[in-house]
């Protein structure tokens, strides 16, 4: 059985105001699906539409042309824009800008306030909701105390906290430090994984997309690449082209194989090495 799309764009266009009062495109024409439960990483250079991508799954933005559905709904009806925000959580780079509770349980109330959800039943999310991302012992404490990580993680438990179908991290990791990344991928591969949370990663660091479904490569506005990560990472010479890295594994491969070595390709570290002393004692 196919799986279920839950997000998908067709033949979407998108353009912001220039300064000189022209329209200036920024997307010009990403036809892309996003099936649910899956673990999607985008990558791209800086300014290639991201986050305009990203907004506009979320109803934070509404297409120009073409037609983007969640859950078969099209954004760009009105009745259904705060459905749509409440099912598509996002989490942003900058962990200070996103916390406005007193406390952090506080924080994850906030959504749910807005919503109207009665005390008990908010009582209840909340608690489940800094459970599920192993917070509920901070419960109490002032979020300016926590750690890049911890604040990362106590806004996913506010987007956790409204019962969505899909997190998109727009480079939710780019400002923490290497312990803080991993607690916020260990987080999202968690919900991924445990709890069916459709995840979207948009990220700078091409490690965080090695262990996912698919990853899509945005370039000028455009859909450059999508695919499995093995497809998408064995273009190696292709995604330097774009300005883009690749995962450090794939890159010792490459230029092993350049020096000549005949090396299998691989994504993580443990069966490049494998193969690599295996060669080695061979030799
Ligand atoms: N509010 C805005 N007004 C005008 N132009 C904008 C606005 N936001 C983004 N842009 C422009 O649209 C293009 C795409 O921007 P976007 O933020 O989607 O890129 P991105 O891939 O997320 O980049 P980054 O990696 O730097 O976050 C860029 O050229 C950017 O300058
Ligand atoms: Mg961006």
Sequence with gaps: ??????????????????????????????????????FVSVLGHNGSGKSTLAKLMNALLLPEGGKILVSGVDTKDGEMIWEIRRHVGMVFQNPDNQIVGATVEDDVAFGLENMGVDPKEMRNRIDEALLSVGMEKYALAQPYRLSGGQKQRV?????????????????????????????????????????????????????????????????????????????????VDRLQQAGLDVPFVVRVRHELIAKGYDLPFELHQEELVEHLCRLLLTR
Excluded: C, W
């Excluded at 607690?183 to 490690?207: K, Y």
């Design 1 to 38: 059985m196919k799986p279920e799309n839950l997000l998908t764009f067709s033949d979407v266009t998108f353009s912001y105001d220039g300064e000189e009062g022209q329209r200036v495109k920024v997307l010009k024409g990403v036809d892309l699906s996003i099936a649910k439960g899956s």
């Design 155 to 235: 806004a996913i438990a506010g987007i956790m906290a409204m019962r969505p179908s899909v997190i998109i991290l727009d480079e939710a990791t780019a400002m923490l430090d290497p312990q803080g990344r991993q607690e916020v991928m260990h987080l999202a591969r968690r919900l991924n994984r445990e709890e069916g949370i459709t995840v979207v990663n948009i990220t700078h660091f091409p490690e965080e997309a090695i262990d996912s479904d698919r990853v899509i490569v945005m370039e000028n506005g455009e859909v450059l690449m999508e695919g499995h990560p093995a497809e998408v990472f064995s273009q």
